[in-house]
């Protein structure tokens, strides 16, 4: 899930760009295969992390169960962050500053910049990690863009990316690749609203649904994003992900936060208990844990987090305006 509030316009002129399907030359400037070797590596224990017991962060990009181990990490403007056993991981280098960060079930995608001093060229382009960031595998726009706001299905592993700024390879608009970014395709977005969007997120193993939410709501489509219909009520949505069988969404209600889990099949709503927030503050990012979906973490637009793990009935907080 990726936030794009007030970054792009989702108007006809964008709509009517056209769809196209392209090769996508890379260049293969980092490991050019998956290493079965590192994938799905333990965080404790492990060199690459270290545990931080006190800290601040700043500028988060995203957050996710990357490699399904039951550890939620968090994308930063200095590199990934790691919760885990209640304790708290920074890794030891690689500290890039990882945009559109999206975990899936055998690692993370990610665009972004590398960190002061890092050999690699910048924009990073399209990357993917098997093993929490230690090596990063190019999969395409190298040196080219930057994408901020992506989703991965967490199990289908396809890719969508809001392209800004039309590169060699894609023009303006949203674009899916299913193969890992060799061919891309253009979503035509007929159905959405023309107003300002906030997230995009993907189904976890629905192949061809991805949603997107605006200030009317969250709208869905079961086409890889060519046709959308609303899914929720009329509501000002923050952000959103999917879960197997539902949505779970946050949003803003006679200005207060709200979160509430609807039925992908019968719509039905259930609405969840919030952690007590400062006035005006407002969820900004939502992760579930896939092998626990009861397990939900939250980050606000202050930069507290909280974590439940019994779908809201208690909340524990694991950060206050970014310290932890």
């Known amino acids: ?62 957050i996710g169960y990357a490699g399904n181990k039951n550890a939620i990490y968090f994308a930063t403007h200095k590199g990934l962050l790691v919760y885990q056993n209640n304790r708290w991981y920074e890794t030891t280098s690689n ?14 995608y990610s665009s972004g910049h ?19 960031g230690q090596t990063l595998m190019n999969l395409g726009f190298y040196k080219e863009s930057d994408f901020h706001y992506m989703t991965v299905g967490y199990k289908t592993h396809i890719i969508y990316v809001v392209n800004q700024v039309e590169n060699k390879t894609l023009g303006q608009g949203v674009y899916y690749s299913k193969d890992d970014g060799k061919t891309w395709s253009q979503s035509q977005l007929n159905g959405l609203p023309q107003t300002s969007a906030g997230t995009i997120a993907a189904h976890p193993t629905k192949e061809n649904m991805v949603g997107i939410s605006t200030p009317e709501g969250i709208f869905v489509s079961k086409d890889n994003g060519n046709t959308f219909e609303r899914f929720t009520r009329k509501i000002n949505t923050t952000t959103f992900v999917f879960q197997e069988k539902s949505i779970l969404f946050a949003a803003v209600e006679n200005n207060k936060p709200i979160l509430i889990k609807q039925s992908l099949d019968s719509k039905q709503e259930e609405v969840l208990s919030v952690p007590a927030l400062d006035e005006k503050d407002h969820i900004m990012y939502i992760a579930s844990n896939p ?34």
């Open 1 to 62: 899930m990726k936030k794009m509030v007030k970054a792009i316009m989702l108007t006809s002129t964008i709509l009517l760009l056209g769809a196209c399907s392209s090769s996508n030359n890379k260049d293969q400037s980092f490991i050019t295969s998956k290493d079965q070797s590192k994938s799905n590596v333990s965080v404790t224990n492990n060199p690459f992390f270290k545990e931080k017991k006190a800290g601040k962060f700043e500028h988060l990009h995203g």
């Open 114 to 132: 590398p960190e002061e001093g890092s050999s690699l060229g910048n924009p990073l382009g399209l990357v993917k990690s098997f093993d929490n």
């Open 291 to 324: 092998a626990n979906e009861k397990e939900i973490v939250i980050v606000t637009m202050t930069g507290d987090i909280f974590m439940t793990k019994n779908n809201g009935e208690n909340w524990t907080k694991l950060a206050s305006k970014g310290e932890f």
């Open 95 to 108: 500290k890039h500053d990882y945009m559109g960060f999206s975990a899936t079930d055998d690692g993370f």
